[in-house]
């Protein structure tokens, strides 16, 4: 079945970086565009930025422009979001999800389709 | 991009209807028919509900419908039931690549 799997919870003091994978199975990778997005606790969803698997041409929101990068390693179908000079503002659960537009069709639709289970970040000295 | 506004929280009893708002710009949601609307569990991932305004995936409830009228969005729910009690979010394509998401709604089945 569709699955994204993502990488265990992690714990980071503050100004380290952290990599997040998310492996995607049960579909052609290259396909559909993956988000990433972050829930601090208690708040609500918030989008960090995209990235195309077929060609690895990204987009970043502007709060994260600075300080994320994506990439993906297309022989073992994951992506990766990396994320560096961490603060405590950055502990938040983050998940990767599927946008349910192809690529094919070159503008995505921002309508998630399949998450990931999410992955824990924790930033404290 | 500022978050779409969506009420706190609503709530209803067992088997009524209750309308969640999502209310963004000429930016986002008044300019696009690409918002969608997520139901989430605590400690769990969030679930598509409604995508492009009014379509509903196969697998969800056709007691959930979506609508659009100029800058807001909305989310219905009829026939409330138990499990609906969760937390809902719309999210809007807001141009030049970027998306926004609501500030969330706590629905509540009394």
């Known amino acids: 079945q569709v699955q994204l799997v993502q990488s265990g919870a992690e714990v980071k003091k503050p100004g380290a970086s952290v990599k997040v994978s998310c492996e995607v199975s049960?579909?052609?990778?290259?396909?559909?565009?993956i988000h990433w997005l972050r829930q601090a606790p208690g708040q609500a969803l918030e989008s960090m930025g995209w990235?195309?698997?077929?060609?690895?041409?990204?987009y970043y929101g502007q709060k994260f422009r600075d300080r994320v990068t994506m990439t993906r390693v297309t022989s073992i179908s994951t992506v990766y979001m990396e994320m560096t000079r961490l603060t405590s503002d950055d502990t938040a659960l983050y998940y990767c999800?599927?946008?349910?537009?192809?690529?094919?069709?070159?503008?995505?639709?921002?309508?998630?389709?399949?998450w990931g289970q999410g992955t824990t970040v924790t930033v404290s000295s | 991009q500022s978050a779409l506004t969506q009420p706190a929280s609503v709530s209803g009893s067992p088997g009524q209807s209750i309308t969640i708002s999502c209310t963004g710009t000429?930016?986002?949601?008044?300019?696009?028919?690409?918002v969608s609307w997520y139901q989430q569990y605590p400690g769990k991932a969030p679930k598509l509900v409604i995508s492009?305004?009014?379509k509903r995936p196969s697998e969800v409830s056709n007691r959930f419908s979506g609508s659009k009228s100029a800058n807001t969005a909305s989310l219905t729910i009829s026939g409330l039931q138990a499990e609906d009690e969760a937390d809902y979010y719309c999210?809007?394509?807001?141009?030049?690549?970027?998306?926004?998401f609501g500030t969330g709604t706590r629905v509540t089945v009394l």
């Open positions: 999210c809007s394509y807001a141009g030049f690549s970027a998306g926004v």
């Open positions: 000429t930016s986002n949601v008044g300019n696009y028919n690409l």
């Open positions: 990235i195309n698997p077929n060609n690895g041409h990204t």
């Open positions: 492009e305004v009014t």
């Open positions: 049960g579909y052609r990778f290259t396909d559909y565009y």
């Open positions: 999800a599927r946008d349910g537009a192809s690529v094919a069709i070159l503008s995505l639709h921002y309508a998630m389709d399949v």
